[in-house]
């Protein structure tokens, strides 16, 4: 029977050990520690009940249940492992080697039975990325990138490979061309693409990329974040702040998704399954989101080369729970029962302080180790289980008792010249921050203003005002009309700015844009579209700028 708690898998130049969960966090007995720093990988299977790792000599797979050893292959190069789904196949990948004579090397990625212990197949896998196979939930298929084609494989059965794949939603096994896909969405701007499932598997987030930004405005590159549905739905999701895309998560419950973008400080926003932004947690030191195995309470962070500060929010209420500080972390991830958080920092990414601490989501510390200054930490992982194991339980906003101390995080002052050091500080930021909003409908709206509609509304308001206390000035014995307290949606796009040749300029631009929509609405479909009408495409951004800076000027 598996434990209560999860176990804390721990590898580093101390070698590989676990550690009981909380609140007791004492070694395990599970896993007799492994001294010595050859042990180069380590994984749990899905459901936690196997134990894979690698010591530089074999690679072994325990029953974490019975605490057994079922299986040993002598891989001494192994650095890669990963379990199936269900447990049946054990894949391995070691790096390729050409012989001295420049003949082809041998197969490198294994795919062993994990009940029997046999080799079902090898392959050649010279590239680390993408290395290991994808298979369904039940296994009834896995599939491999192979050279720009995705080969198929049925029940396991490795000896037989199917057809290419696109950059299209099939439904296997028709892949009779592009009419038979489910949905597909065409990219103007991708050297490459970058592929997220909901759980359920309804829905999938693409961020297409390019290596360059034409513009100059990124380093980066260029990022745009798309939604493909199953039901043929598709769109671009709409991103109010230029910049990269940093993180893009779906919560569990597969009808939100949560978005980290922008140049610093950087936004991050939930967006519902029409892609429309459900609540805007407004700007900062970000990078990376987190939702919890239960979907109710979302982790902002940011990490790398920002401080280490964390918002813990309650994502059913949109209130904000705690705001803890982990400084120099490099790995984040949630306890399987959505109460405890840890935080490590490992080598290589940094080899000083090493270490991990256990959190409550409240923003206590519960547990925390340092390794000593002459070791390194190399990973730190939990035990998995499957879903269903650890109920939700109700948020909390009160931090629970400890007996570690929370480090206040140091403040470092900001650098100033020495001409103004004796002169008075001022509150000039460099960055004006934006407070979280609900960005869900009100009553008598369909939906939210964008931003750029939002800044006309607002312009258009302020015009119509000093309109008005313009005529009160001319007239004073006329009361003035006091100045509506909303302005409808499309009062935005129908304003009139007194001038024909800029209301003409307006009229045209948006007949252009209505006619892009309509040829990118065709190449949705499939259908080849000419050299000109492409052309006319890749003028959309410009022609938007050209109508926003006309509107503006009204």
């Known amino acids: 029977m598996a434990p209560s708690t999860p176990l804390l898998t721990v590898r580093g130049s101390e070698g590989l050990y676990m550690v009981n969960g909380p609140p007791h966090f004492t070694e395990s007995t599970v896993f007799p520690r492994e001294s010595g720093k050859n042990c180069k990988v380590c994984i749990f299977s899905k459901d936690g009940t196997l134990f894979a790792w690698g010591n530089g000599e074999k690679v072994n797979i325990i029953s974490v249940t019975n605490k057994g050893l079922l299986h040993s292959f002598d891989l001494l190069k192994a650095v890669c492992l990963e379990f199936s789904p269900k447990n049946t196949v054990l894949a391995t990948w070691q790096p390729y080697t050409t012989s001295k004579d420049g003949t082809a090397g041998i197969p490198n990625l294994q795919l062993y039975d994990v009940k029997t212990g ?34 198929f494989f049925e029940n396991n059965n490795f000896r037989s490979k199917g057809a290419p794949s696109f950059v299209r939603l099939y439904q296997y096994p028709n892949f009779a061309g592009p009419h038979a896909a489910l949905a597909n969405k065409s990219f103007f701007k991708a050297d490459k693409v970058t592929m997220l499932w909901n759980k359920k598997a309804t829905a999938v987030l693409v961020i297409a990329s390019t290596d360059v ?16 549905a199953t039901n043929g739905e598709s769109a671009v999701v709409q991103l109010p702040k230029n910049g990269p895309i940093y993180d893009v998560v779906w919560n569990s419950s597969s009808t939100e998704f949560c978005a980290v973008y922008g140049f610093m400080p950087a936004k991050a926003t939930i967006f519902n399954l029409k892609c429309d932004p459900v609540f805007d947690f407004g700007t900062g030191p970000r990078n990376a989101a987190y939702y919890s195995p239960h979907g109710h309470i979302l982790v902002l962070a940011g990490f790398g080369n920002l401080r280490g500060q964390m918002e813990v929010w309650d994502v059913k209420n949109y209130k904000l729970i705690s705001k803890p500080v982990a400084s120099d972390s490099t790995y984040f991830a949630w306890c399987p029962d959505g109460e405890h958080i840890l935080t490590a920092t490992c080598a290589p990414r940094l080899r000083v302080n090493n270490g991990y601490k256990i959190w409550h989501y409240t923003g206590s510390i519960l547990h925390k180790y340092d390794v000593p200054s002459n070791a390194e930490l190399w990973q730190v992982s939990w035990q998995p289980f499957l879903d269903g194991i650890f109920p939700a339980k109700t948020i909390t906003y009160q931090a629970v008792p400890s007996e570690v101390p929370n480090e206040e995080p140091k403040v470092a002052t900001a650098y100033r010249p020495p001409a103004l050091r004796n002169k008075p500080i001022t509150n000039s930021k460099l960055h004006e921050e934006e407070p979280p909003q609900n960005m869900k409908p009100q009553s008598g709206n369909d939906k939210p203003l964008s931003k750029t509609a939002l800044k006309n509304q607002r312009k258009h308001e302020a015009k119509k005002a000093a309109k008005q206390e313009a005529r009160s000035d001319k007239s004073p014995d006329l009361a003035p009309t006091p100045a509506p307290q909303s302005t409808p949606r499309n009062t935005v796009s129908q304003s009139i700015s007194g001038d024909p040749e800029i209301d003409k300029k307006i009229k045209n631009l948006k007949k252009k844009l209505k006619a892009i929509e309509q040829l990118k609405e065709q190449a949705a479909t499939g259908k080849q579209l000419e050299k000109n009408q492409l052309e006319k495409i890749q003028k959309e951004t410009a022609l938007l700028q050209e109508l926003e800076d006309l509107e503006l000027g009204i």
């Open 118 to 151: 046999t080799c079902l197949k090898s392959f050649i896998q010279k590239k680390m990325q993408n290395w290991c196979p994808s298979w369904s939930e039940d296994e009834t298929l896995c599939a491999r990138n192979v050279n720009n084609e995705v080969h």
């Open 213 to 228: 930004d034409k513009t100059g405005a990124s380093y980066y590159g260029e990022q745009t974040l798309h939604y493909i």
